[in-house]
């Protein structure tokens, strides 16, 4: 199965990315997680239907209204975790 690994720099913590990353990823029932980085920066895995990674990660780049996304770093893979949902950790 399809998977990204996405770090996110900018202004991309305290301006509800972590919310928009679950909700976005809900909706294109992508499973996997996000969490924010003690150096500022946003962290996420999600795995799913190509199409639907593809969308997602045009809108992680994008990230919510008060977001400034600076630098996107995104790593493809073929894996199977067996997650189920997706979730904000810590």
């Known amino acids: 199965m ?5 770090v ?4 991309v ?8 990353a679950l909700r976005s990823a809900q909706r294109l029932n992508l499973h996997g997680w996000v969490r ?10 999600a795995e799913g239907a190509r199409d639907a990674l593809e969308r997602f990660e ?3 780049r994008r990230g919510p209204a008060a977001a400034e996304v600076a630098d996107c770093r995104v790593t493809w ?14």
């Open 77 to 90: 893979s073929e894996h199977e975790s067996g997650r189920r949902g997706f979730r904000i950790l810590g």
């Open 36 to 45: 924010n980085l003690p150096d500022g920066s946003v962290e996420l895995e």
């Open 13 to 20: 913590q305290g301006v509800g990315y972590r919310y928009y």
């Open 2 to 6: 399809p998977q990204i690994h996405v």
């Open 8 to 11: 996110l720099s900018g202004r």
């Open 58 to 60: 045009e809108e992680m």
